[in-house]
């Protein structure tokens, strides 16, 4: 029976237009089409003596004069009905949420969409995509109602390029007009490189849920240890105080109530602290399946266009540090009671009480929410005269740099900056730090280990072009973050102190816009493998990425004292 309806199926179809015929006509070899289709076919060939069979090319001459095949036209028109009541509607056609193909007359569900043809087709008319040359080198892809995003608005042309620049996705036009001499590449090249920062991302991840489900092991372990030790302590206190019924009874009960009392805390504090490992390792796990399901996308510009909205990771609980806590000592300390009863009950009684340590998880505290929490953590940095571009000028003890017309006759110094007028602190960052930058003008604002490159012009020595170094740069009405040579624009009021958290155990580092009140700008989550410095990029009037002429209005940023 299927055979029969493949076979009725190519007998009914017109094979120039895929679909079922329409005033259908046959030639002189047998073969059927619709009547417009055929004509229109043979109208191209007019200037030819011959005419052809589309299918098996044989020839005519003259044109055969065709006329509309009665019994082939009501035998169409039955398998229409035929198949209106056979096909489920929710199966064939599509319905308001589905993706239509663009070439039914009555839309049937798409299959597949094109990102050549910008088209969606079903089943049937996607065959062409399968058995054509031409078209099989298309690139087709899940059924999507947003192909219109990947039209240029300007150029009414398919985007298939990526500006690094302005971080947008351009036409082959837009390349040659508005962004002529940025930094373009294909979107293909892009996805590429943001997806190994995903799959960087993805690893992170499920590293963290490695050593968040080791420490739930740790601390189920733990309890299980609580609970014996606890449980053997009651059991020998019972035993020497069953000696003293009628002197210790009362101090036996103490003694049980109050092992259980520090029981209970104890293992309470442990389950408190399992629940929050428990649902960080299902957080990171949704997070893991969310980059998983973006990694998989397989339009381009879709990935790039979900690619920012992504929610950043939430900060991740430190590793815990487990002092074991027995009761053994309870134990010694009763027997000990026990020996020296008498002598003790006839002058003094002699209280006994736990010598268990507790359990300490050295849980780090909650990240900073407002300035006043921030300053906690403030620290008092200086600059390192020996680093600072010879056309900076330190000055209040240190802690400001100026951008001057003239160099300054700092003695050579192999930690200077030779080209790129940067300077590092003094003093390396570790744990939890705060600090604040009031700027003037354009600068950056970095941290960067000490191992950055000094000499020279390439992109190993500029803060934020390398993977030794993280940068904001803080222009007059706008910010952007810039690390290992890639550019995201940061959204955010502009103020001219910026304020800059390090967590670095926890491998956090967060900019802030520090006005009236303190707004995230850019926060990054990595793991930091040597000790940072904080970091000032000072640019001039005018400045295009060359620090030999500079107009005496330079940029300046000091580091604040905070109270």
């Known amino acids: 029976m299927a055979q029969k309806g493949v076979q009725l199926d190519q007998e009914t179809s017109c094979s120039i237009c895929l679909d079922l015929l329409k005033d259908p006509v046959t030639t ?15 109208d191209e060939e007019d ?5 052809s069979c589309p299918q098996c090319r044989k020839t005519f001459t003259p044109r055969p004069v065709l006329l509309k095949s009665t019994m082939l036209a009501d035998l169409v028109e039955e398998l229409k009905k035929t198949r209106l009541q056979a096909a489920p ?21 798409a299959h597949k969409s094109c990102l050549q043809c910008l088209a969606s087709y079903c089943e049937k008319h996607l065959q062409l995509h ?17 192909l219109q995003e990947n039209i240029c608005s300007r150029h009414d042309e398919v985007m298939k390029m990526f500006c690094r620049t302005d971080q947008q996705l351009i036409c082959s036009l837009c390349s040659v007009d508005e962004h002529k001499g940025h930094d373009t590449v294909s979107a293909a090249a892009e996805r590429a490189q943001r997806q190994r920062e995903l799959e960087g991302s993805r690893e992170n991840i499920q590293q963290r849920i490695q050593d968040r489900e080791k420490d739930v092991k740790l601390l189920q372990q733990q309890a299980e240890a609580i609970n014996l030790s606890a449980d053997k302590a009651v059991e020998d206190s019972e035993k020497i105080f069953t000696e003293l019924i009628r002197l210790l009874e009362k101090r036996s009960s103490d003694v049980k109530q ?20 428990e649902q960080e390792i299902t957080e990171l796990k949704r997070k893991d399946a969310e980059l998983k399901k ?56 002699t209280n006994v009480s736990l010598t268990g340590t507790e359990v300490d998880f050295l849980l780090p505290p909650p990240e900073p929410k407002t300035r006043a929490e921030f300053l906690k953590y403030s620290c008092e940095i200086t600059l390192d005269p020996n ?8 000055s209040e003890g240190n802690r400001k740099a100026t951008l001057m017309s003239q160099q300054q006759s700092y003695s050579s110094h192999p930690d200077r900056f030779t080209y790129w007028c940067q300077v590092l602190s003094r003093e390396g960052l570790t744990g939890r730090c705060y600090w604040e930058v009031e700027r003037r003008g354009r600068v950056s604002v970095a941290v960067a280990y000490k191992n950055i490159s000094r000499a020279g012009w390439s992109n190993e020595c500029r803060f934020g072009r390398n993977d030794k170094s993280w940068a904001l740069d803080c222009n007059n009405n706008k910010y952007r973050f810039c690390y290992n040579k890639v550019q995201t624009p940061v959204s955010g009021p502009v103020s001219s102190r ?25 926060r990054v989550q990595t793991t930091f493998t040597q000790p940072l410095y904080a970091g000032l990029w000072l640019y001039g009037s005018g400045y295009s990425d060359l620090w030999g002429l500079f107009s005496t209005n330079g940029a300046s940023a000091e580091l604040c004292k905070l109270k």
């Open 28 to 42: 002189p070899c047998g073969h059927s089409y619709c009547m417009n289709c055929i004509k229109s076919h043979w």
């Open 89 to 109: 509607a929710d199966h064939c056609y599509a319905g308001a949420e589905d993706v239509t193909c663009d070439v039914c007359e009555r839309k049937l569900k």
């Open 498 to 522: 910026v304020g800059v958290y390090l967590d670095h155990s926890a491998g956090i580092l967060s900019f802030y816009s520090v006005s009236e009140t303190m707004t995230l700008l850019h």
């Open 258 to 277: 109050q092992v259980r009392s520090q029981q209970k805390r104890e293992v309470s504090g442990v389950k408190e602290l399992q629940e929050k490992l």
């Open 47 to 51: 200037c030819k003596s011959s005419y």
């Open 387 to 394: 680093t600072a571009h010879t056309w900076q000028l330190l």
């Open 130 to 146: 399968y058995e054509s040359e031409i078209f099989k080198k298309h690139k087709l892809v899940e059924p999507s109602k947003k």
């Open 294 to 349: 973006l990694s998989h996308t397989e339009d381009h510009n879709q990935f790039l266009h979900n690619y920012p909205s992504l929610s950043p990771l939430s900060q991740s609980t430190s590793s815990i540090h487990i002092h074991p806590l027995y009761y053994e000592d309870v134990t010694a300390a009763i027997s000990e009671v026990r020996d020296k009863l008498q002598d003790v009950l006839r002058e003094k009684w």
